[in-house]
C-alpha cells in the first residue's frame, strides 16, 4: 500500500509564500518512484479536485495551471521520494486543501492532504 503525506501548510497573509512536501512510502520503493510522473491537487469547499502542476520523472515542470504559473513551482527528490511544491505571491484564492498524487492512474489512497488558508 502506497502512503502519501503532505506537509508545510498553513495560514499565510497575501503575498506571502509557503513551501509544501509530498512525501511517497508503502510499496513505492525509491526505483520505483523515480518512474512516476507527480502532481499537485488543490481542492476547495463543493468543488473538485483540480490539477494544479505536475513534474516528470527527472524533475522537468509539465504543467502549470494558470491559476499558479509564475509563482508556484514544483520540483522533487527522488532519494527521498519526495515532492515539493513552492508558492510564492500567495493570493486568497489560493486557499484550500493541496494533495499529491500521480496526474496518471492516482493511487487508490490520497493522503490527508495539507491545508492552505491565504488572507487578504
Known amino acids: 500500500q502506497v502512503q502519501l503525506v503532505e506537509s508545510g501548510g498553513g495560514l499565510v497573509q497575501a503575498g506571502g509564500s509557503l513551501r509544501l512536501s509530498c512525501t511517497v512510502s508503502?510499496?513505492?520503493?525509491?526505483?520505483?518512484?523515480?518512474?512516476?510522473?507527480m502532481g499537485w491537487y488543490r481542492q476547495v469547499p463543493e468543488q473538485q479536485r483540480e490539477l494544479i502542476a505536475f513534474i516528470s520523472p527527472d524533475g522537468t515542470p509539465l504543467m502549470y495551471s494558470d491559476s499558479v504559473k509564475g509563482r508556484f513551482t514544483i520540483s522533487r527528490d527522488n532519494a527521498e521520494r519526495t515532492l515539493y511544491l513552492q508558492m510564492n505571491s500567495l493570493k486568497p484564492e489560493d486557499t484550500g486543501v493541496y494533495y499529491c498524487?500521480?496526474?496518471?492512474?492516482?493511487?487508490?489512497?490520497w493522503g490527508q492532504g495539507t491545508q492552505v488558508t491565504v488572507s487578504s
Open positions: 498524487n500521480r496526474p496518471n492512474s492516482p493511487f487508490a489512497s
Open positions: 508503502g510499496t513505492v520503493s525509491r526505483s520505483i518512484f523515480i518512474n512516476y510522473v
